[in-house]
């Protein structure tokens, strides 16, 4: 290996730690929500692969048993990427969205990828019991021949799934969506297509016999995985920080809306449900909760929403929901057993997705601080 090719080599490295610290944050921290898993999984996908390059142009560190244990478990698992950017994208847009059973078929094609592991298991499984010679040159040759064309569905799945994205949120009513958030999106996405179409130029020489051998002898893999190490650390740098951008309508905290004509009845029908969406659906408890997700549950027009809590309610979305927050918080610290949980614990479970954010509004609705309330519940309890 030359001395440029370890640099190289080094970058993708680097790549693969990052996409797995990155993805272990927005995995198992407890007050994400599911767009920002689903970013996770995608991340840590990708590191993997990463990491599967490095460990095979090192000789899995000259170690038998790390390269054995390379061949039976699947390190390159592709066929997910796509379903996985385009249920981000719609979780993004639409945070009522969960990914139930019914969408257990968009994976199933995860099969394409597993078909190299399942042959080395299936040879060892018939040496072991003597069905098969000590020979596994052929089967070698099976696995190499296929992962040149897995690779075909594998770059059609992920375009497949990047177009299906941008067609979404090009339909997509987004106006409640804050402009950063909306960017981000955009980003992502075009991130992806240029990735894709860097792919295509090196799938198109790579699946002609004769050109095969030659594009990863002069070229190795590193067309196509130093593009993803970049990948991997941009969504690791603007995805976490999108994990943390607040979704919720920026006009409706900025500005009043203008002012609708309702009737009498109109306007009581709009507090009646949206007082009924928190207080019996108890939407407030999801942390990405907006005006699109309540204006969808309640069948009310965005503008009626904000044009009945500022000029009738009197107070902001912000304010409307985060107020719903509070008093959860307050009835759980009530409830014997919570002075073991931490404050912050308990604010995310209320629906908060930041710690600064609950604390601010905890001090303006109650007018003391977390801490001095906790204090004053327990001596009362």
Known sequence: MTGFSKFLNVLVLLGALQGIIVSSLLL??????????????LILLTALACFNLYGANNNWFG???????????????????????????????DPTFKLTKKQRPYFYPVIIDLVPS???????????????KNKPGPW?????????????????????YVWLSARYLRKKNAAHLQKSTLTWLKQFILVFIVFQTIWLGYLVPYIIPKYSNKLLDTFDWYPIYIPMAAIIYWLGIKG???AH??????????????????????????VELLKRCME???LFLNPALNLDA?????????????SVLNQHVHKSFNEFVNEYRINAFTEKMQQPGTENLTIAGIAFDCGFNSQATFQRTFKQVTGMSPTEYRKTALITS
């Open 240 to 242: 976490y920080m999108a």
């Open 63 to 93: 170690s038998d048993i790390i390269r054995f244990l390379a061949d039976i478990i699947p390190l390159v698992v592709v066929m997910p990427l796509g379903p996985l950017i385009y249920f981000y994208v719609k979780c993004t847009l």
């Open 245 to 270: 951008m607040p979704q919720t309508q920026a006009a409706a905290t900025k500005a009043q809306p203008p002012h609708l004509a309702l009737s009498a009845a109109s306007i009581t029908t709009a």
């Open 28 to 41: 198992f921290t407890k007050q994400k929500p599911q767009a920002s898993r689903i970013l996770g999984v």
């Open 140 to 160: 070698g040759n099976f696995i190499d021949d296929y992962n040149v064309y897995a690779d075909i569905p594998r770059w059609a799945s992920i375009t497949f």
């Open 118 to 132: 399942a042959t080395v298991i299936i040879f060892i499984i018939g040496l072991v019991l003597g069905v098969f």
């Open 294 to 306: 309540v204006a969808q549950h309640t069948g009310l027009p965005h503008k009626t929403i904000s």
């Open 280 to 282: 019996t659906d108890r």
